[in-house]
Structures are given as C-alpha cells and as structure tokens.
C-alpha cells in the first residue's frame, strides 16, 4: 500500500517535515517515491510553513494511496494554489 505522510528532517529540536508518498513498509524517514511538499512548524512570519502541490496530491489519492491523518489535517489548512 502506498501512503502520504511526513519524513522529519532538520536538527535537533528545529524540525522541518517533508510530505512524500511511499511504500508503507519503508521506514519513516527512508526512501520515497515522490516528495510533493513541507511543513515547517517552526516557520517565523514572513516564511513560508506549509506548501503542497495538490495537483500530484490529487494524483495519488486517485491511485488509492491514503493520506495520514496529520497530512489530512495539513491539506486542509494549505492554500490552494492559484
């Protein structure tokens, strides 16, 4: 089963999360098939915190990969592109 979720990175008590899709076995910050996004919780004003691409999010949901409940409630916070 194929899933979306976040993949930590940054340092020490400064996350930054990537939104990928991958294969669910893989470890969470092992390999991935796609990266379609971030999520920076630490993001000061004027940074940019979150951005998606919902046209490849749209793709994978309509090829049955499932969205993790964090990454569903970042899908709905997110901007729409224009």
Request: charged share 30%; net charge positive.
């Amino acid at each position: 089963m194929v899933v979306i979720r976040l993949a930590r990175g940054g340092a020490k008590h400064r996350p930054f999360f990537n939104i990928v899709v991958a294969d669910k076995r893989v470890r969470r910050d092992g390999r991935f098939i796609e990266r379609i996004g971030f999520y920076n919780p630490s993001a000061k004003d004027g940074e940019e915190g979150l951005r998606i691409a919902h046209d490849r999010l749209a793709h994978w949901e309509g090829v049955g990969a499932q969205a993790s409940p964090t990454v569903q409630r970042l899908v709905k916070q997110a901007p729409k592109a224009a």
